[in-house]
């Protein structure tokens, strides 16, 4: 029980847009984000956390807090400006992967790490049938046997209760809900240990909600794998996340147990947060 | 067992221009293997508060809250790192509260099988189990596929109780588990706890109820103005 080694380790990782100045790179109080004298917006402003192997780490805060610029940066979608993060699955966590090759990078996107997007035209190519979004991945990650890429990506689509018959189908004809699904399939492909998650359940209705989350919850249980869910949705986060982290302006204030955070907050943004849940 | 020593929770209600709520102040007292104590008080006293200060649910303003872990380990649950606490939570630590808090959607006997198949159970002995269980608290058999959510107070309690139970805790913290049952429940909910303290597992509960602390209590303790005070 001691001295778990997480899987992905994150410090002082920042993101900004704009030159900065002294006044705010020395990290000074920057009210929601902005400096006051360059006007410098610091969309992350030194973020450290830990995720630990087979966790769900919830991320809540409200819009434009940085959560999902959190994720993208993780992701490699977004630039860092400062900060280090290690993946204990890559090179044993020694190497920074902010500071590797573009080609490094897209090597942990292929292997080590899945996302799934708010909203799925930024995870799905719209126009490829479904088995072939999946067999992106697998292409990517050199699988080129396409036996094998069809026997996978209907294993992995099957998973996701995408009905056989349907999987050589357009998802831009799918309702929001199985287009998630996709997603998620699509994501899993090359069983990536860490799996990140933005807001994948806004905008769907109650009952597929559910069964999205359901899904998420019932792979965490099969495959183990640690997964990051960033959401405003304070009771999908009460329902997956063993630990939550609260971000206001680029900062986290808060890190907990998900039942501390939510029943006894001790920052006053969470405070208002949490009382003001329905 | 478990040793609480000067424990103390405040609340500090930022929503309120920084107004401080006294939850306890200064509890000590010894829960031992296989024994019961009861906390006692009036409604609002903070006999929860501290259930759940010891589950770290809240997370305590002063003291120490030493735990003698399953490996002979000894935790102090009030500053351990959450990492310790969520494996703790997950081998060791449970804790019932007045409401079933289950994932929606999943039948009752999928739920406990779920919980039973910890360790080396095979899926097919954890379901035989949790159908014994279930049929052991008189939860009728046409229930065992259907949500917990359309269960009766009675039969949601009776399932709550023992989905802790089959976690195999070694410290259980019981908050008013026999609240507004019916006879029946409660001597069913009795029995199960008594079988639970048989097995060495440490118990601390939550009561209102007289017969409950006359039938399980080893040692009792009643919540005064804040404050802990041992009942012979």
Redesign the interface.
């Known amino acids: 029980m001691d001295n778990i080694m997480p899987v992905l380790a994150v410090r002082n990782m920042s993101v900004r847009f704009g030159e900065s100045c002294e006044y705010c790179i020395k990290g000074c109080a920057v009210e929601k984000g902005r400096c006051p004298y360059c006007h410098t917006i610091w969309a992350l402003n030194k973020v450290s956390f830990n995720l630990y192997p087979g966790e769900i780490l919830g991320i809540v805060g409200e819009s434009g807090s940085g959560k999902s610029t959190l994720l993208k940066a993780l992701y490699f979608d977004m630039e860092v400006s400062c900060g280090e993060a290690y993946l204990s699955e890559y090179r044993e966590g020694r190497e920074n992967i902010f500071e590797i090759s573009s080609q490094q990078k897209r090597y942990i996107r292929n292997h080590k790490m899945g996302m799934v997007y708010q909203n799925p035209v930024m995870g799905l190519r719209m126009n490829f049938s479904n088995s072939a979004n999946v067999a992106e991945k697998l292409i990517a990650a050199g699988i080129r046997n396409a036996g094998n890429m069809t026997q996978r990506a209907e294993y992995l689509l099957s998973h996701v209760e995408v009905p056989v018959s349907r999987i050589k189908e357009e998802p831009k004809n799918f309702s929001g809900g199985m287009q998630q699904r996709v997603q998620i399939s699509k994501a899993l492909a090359n069983n990536p240990p860490v799996l990140l998650l933005d807001e994948v359940t806004t905008g769907l209705d109650l009952s597929v909600q559910a069964r999205v989350l359901d899904l998420i919850k019932k792979i965490q249980l099969e495959l183990g794998i640690s997964m990051i869910v960033v959401s405003h949705d304070l009771s999908v986060i009460r329902m997956m996340s063993d630990r939550t982290l609260v971000m206001l302006g680029g900062r986290i204030v808060e890190e907990g147990l998900t039942d501390q955070i939510l029943e006894d907050p001790i920052h006053e943004f969470t405070q208002t947060l949490v009382h003001s849940l329905l | 067992m478990l040793q609480v020593s000067g424990l103390s929770k405040q ?5 309120r221009d920084g107004l401080v709520i006294d939850g306890f102040n200064d509890v000590s007292f010894t829960a031992y293997k296989g024994k019961l104590l009861a906390v006692t008080g009036k409604s609002g006293i903070g006999k929860s508060t501290l259930l ?1 200060c010891i589950y ?4 305590p303003t002063g003291g120490s809250v030493i735990y003698l ?1 399953r ?1 002979g ?1 000894k935790v102090d649950l009030a500053k351990e790192e ?7 939570r997950k081998s060791e630590l449970g804790y019932v509260s007045q409401f079933l808090h289950v ?3 999943v039948s009752a006997l999928d739920i406990l099988a779920g919980r039973l198949l910890t360790g080396n159970a095979s899926p097919k002995g954890a379901r035989e189990e949790a159908e014994y269980l279930l049929d052991r608290v008189r939860i009728s058999k046409s229930l065992w596929n259907m949500y917990p959510s359309t269960f009766s107070g009675g039969e949601k309690q009776r399932l709550n109780i023992l989905l802790a139970i089959a976690a195999k805790p070694n410290l259980l913290l019981l908050d008013e588990p026999t609240a507004s049952l019916d006879a029946v429940s409660k001597d069913i909910i009795i029995e199960l706890i008594l079988d639970t303290k048989k097995k060495g597992v440490t118990l601390i509960g939550v009561f209102h109820d007289r017969d409950a602390i006359k039938a399980l209590a080893d040692t009792r303790y009643d919540m005064r103005k804040n404050r802990l005070v041992a009942v012979s």
Request: charged share 35%.
């Open positions: 609340f500090k209600m930022h929503i759940k770290r649910t809240y997370k872990s490996d380990k959450d990492q310790t606490i969520i494996w703790l994932i929606p959607r």
